[in-house]
């Protein structure tokens, strides 16, 4: 399709260039959850990339257990009077851990393309929906949205999204190669992992939730009544340090109750030995468990990241280590269930 979709595209500017722009080419790095606003310019019009997954929580358990089946959204827009570009042509890439996933052309006339994920046991990923008659690209405008199946959101975890912008205002005008710009956002699925710890001779169902990275090693420490796991993560401080890479870590432990590990009604919250209970915030809402929600801006994730640093010769890749633990002077349970969409990190500006 790619070389089809190339040869009409030059044949196109070829019959009908009809304006010229001059753009900025954004590349921008965020490690998102649910949504990514990215900013970009179009001549004298601020062009922003908004990338948003609805619902806002998406999860492993849920794709398996309910079938869930996001749509993502993508809506290039002027920031200053908030108005969607018309006649947008996308060519996305979805990556994983580096392996790319997906990589086709979208359109939409209206500009705001619906990109719905439906995980399958599947060896790739097929894309289904209208296609342009003149473009050759998925389209949503008659379905609603175009629909990707196979194994896409099927693991936990950061996915890449890299946006190239081909056509704005006019689909049959196509900006130059090095004139379209280029985004980088990323959504997070939630990881989930179960684990029956032994407590004081009994088991005790643990799960956690990962919205980073997958979640490995889970154990208990009896003396200070500790849940401790690890995720892999890259210490590498020019990422991390980029501006506008806005950082954020999000985890959640599910704490039975009553019991041992929900004893004293508040945790004390540790990432790499480093005390982050004021990043710690608890839902005590249900009466059968509490949920421990690290959330870890990118100023924290700086701090960890330089001390691991300091002391580690391996500053490129290795692994984040979290500990919960019972204490009396630690982040206490709410009474009210938490509001996630409010809770997820701001999208970049």
């Known amino acids: 399709m790619g070389n089809v979709f190339s040869l009409c595209l030059f044949l196109i500017l070829l019959i009908t260039s009809i304006a010229s722009y001059t753009f900025t080419i954004s ?19 601020q062009a922003n990339l908004l990338i948003k997954m609805s619902p806002p929580v998406v999860t492993t358990e849920l794709i398996q257990k309910q079938g869930q089946q996001p749509v993502i959204e993508f809506k290039l827009y002027d920031s200053k009077t908030n108005q969607t ?21 979208f359109y939409n006339p209206n500009g705001d393309l ?14 289904s ?27 936990g975890g950061l996915y890449h999204f890299i946006v190239r912008i081909v056509t704005v205002d006019f689909s049959r005008t196509i900006l130059p190669d090095d004139k379209q710009p280029v985004f980088n956002g990323w959504l997070s699925v939630g990881a989930y992992k179960e684990k029956d ?46 501006k506008d890479n806005n950082v954020y870590i999000h985890q959640e432990i599910y704490v039975p109750k009553p019991s041992a590990l929900s004893s004293t009604g508040s945790y ?31 100023p924290v994730v700086l701090q960890i990241a330089s001390k691991h640093n300091q002391t580690s010769s391996n500053n490129s890749s290795s692994t984040m280590d979290f500990s919960l633990m019972p204490s009396k002077n630690g982040s206490k349970s709410m009474g009210t269930p938490m509001d996630m969409s409010k809770m997820l990190m701001p999208p970049t500006q």
Do not use: C
């Open 27 to 45: 590349n921008v790095f965020g490690d998102g959850l649910f949504m990514e606003e990215l900013s970009g310019s179009l001549g004298d019009r």
């Open 114 to 127: 619906l990109l719905q994920m439906q995980p399958r046991n599947t060896s790739q990923i097929t894309v």
């Open 268 to 298: 004390t919250g540790l990432v790499n030995g480093v005390d982050v209970t004021d990043n710690l915030v608890v839902d005590g809402s249900n009466k059968t468990q509490d949920v421990a929600h690290f959330m870890l801006t990118k």
């Open 197 to 242: 710890l032994n407590i004081g001779g009994k088991p005790v169902p643990i799960k956690i939730l990962g919205y980073y990275d997958k979640i490995g090693n889970i154990t208990y420490t009896p003396d200070s009544n500790a849940i401790s796991f690890d995720m892999p993560f890259s210490y590498d401080m020019n990422r991390l340090n980029a």
């Open 129 to 155: 929906g209208e296609l342009d008659p003149i473009l050759n690209a998925y389209t949503s405008q008659g379905s609603g949205h175009v629909v990707a199946s196979g194994p896409i959101f099927a693991e």
């Open 85 to 105: 570009f018309k006649e947008v042509t996308y060519f996305i890439t979805i990556e994983k851990n580096g392996k790319q996933l997906l990589a086709d052309w």
